[in-house]
């Protein structure tokens, strides 16, 4: 089993900046693919971005590249995301995640965190 914590959410205006941060324990995190995830209220759990265990290749949702930016630290056993140029659209629960591989399609992860709430008011 690996257990995930996320920290580092809150509410922030249009245009600021969050660093959101995982904590994995349990299994050996460098593993491990990491994914984040969102899911605002009323919607689906939807892909934000990941990053690959060994290459530290990413990948990132349309909507928020150029404004997030994912990493890992193996050593350490966390990741975070970095969110500039905040937006309203961006207000959801962020989920960390870890699974075989960077995909997109949630269901390939296999360990999940309890999220942290972020609000982004206008």
């Known amino acids: 089993q690996m257990q995930l914590v996320e920290s580092g959410g809150g509410l922030v205006q249009a245009g600021g900046s969050l660093r959101l941060s995982c904590a994995a324990s349990?299994?050996?995190?460098?593993?491990?693919?990491m994914g984040w995830f969102r899911q605002a209220p009323g919607k689906e759990r939807e892909f934000v971005a990941a990053i690959a265990w060994s290459t530290g290749s990413t990948r990132y949702a349309d909507s928020v590249k150029g404004r997030f930016t994912i990493s890992r630290d193996n050593a350490k056993n966390t990741g975070s995301l970095q969110m500039n140029s905040l937006k309203p659209e961006d207000t959801a629960v962020y989920y960390c995640?870890?699974?075989?591989?960077?995909?997109?399609?949630?269901?390939?992860?296999?360990?999940w965190g309890q999220g942290t709430h972020v609000t982004v008011s206008s």
């Open positions: 349990g299994r050996t995190f460098s593993n491990y693919a």
């Open positions: 995640a870890s699974g075989p591989s960077p995909y997109s399609d949630s269901t390939t992860y296999r360990y």
